[in-house]
């Protein structure tokens, strides 16, 4: 037989592994398992971001339907008042111990330009601040004056 042919019968008879092998195999997985964690969290700190937003668009229109839900004369008084900043636990009749976190509510109440007598637009923002950012989440809604015709 020639060489190469009996440096490879050697080889594959050899039982067990070389430590270059066994070298070779934890830097592979070293880098898989850096290329996976660097994923999940990723993952994690992103899914954390969607429901930090989600609540405070579910705040905002738990607000918003509060303010709509009041009479048009209630509304109207509120309009000179500029915008306010309010108790989210007060406004929505939450329990004294409900975590909202670092959220912050606002409410404006304006005529409407269109409709100044008829009309009234209420805008609440809800400020949330994570890792230092803050996040306004702003909607608007509008109080017909049901006695005008």
């Given amino acids: ?27 592979i997985i070293s880098i898989l398992f850096s290329i996976i964690s660097s994923y ?6 992103h899914s ?4 930090n937003k989600y609540s405070s668009v579910q705040i905002a229109e738990s607000i918003l339907e509060v303010y709509k839900a009041k009479d048009y004369s209630e509304l109207r008084d509120l309009v000179d008042n500029g915008i306010e900043t ?18 912050i509510a606002t ?6 330009i269109e409709q100044p007598d008829r ?3 209420v805008q609440v923002t809800v400020i949330s ?3 230092d950012v803050q996040k306004e989440t702003e909607l608007k809604g509008f109080k017909r004056n049901e006695g005008i015709e």
């Fill in 86 to 103: 309010i108790d989210i636990i007060e406004v929505l009749e939450l329990d004294v111990n409900t975590d909202i976190g670092s959220l």
């Fill in 1 to 27: 037989m020639n060489k190469v042919g009996d440096h490879l019968n050697n080889h594959l008879n050899q039982k067990g592994i070389s430590l270059v092998e066994v070298l070779a195999s934890i830097v």
């Fill in 107 to 112: 409410v404006n109440i304006e005529q409407s």
């Fill in 129 to 131: 601040t994570e890792n």
């Fill in 40 to 45: 999940i969290v990723s993952s994690y700190k």
């Fill in 48 to 51: 954390s971001s969607i429901s």
């Fill in 119 to 121: 009309l009234l637009v």
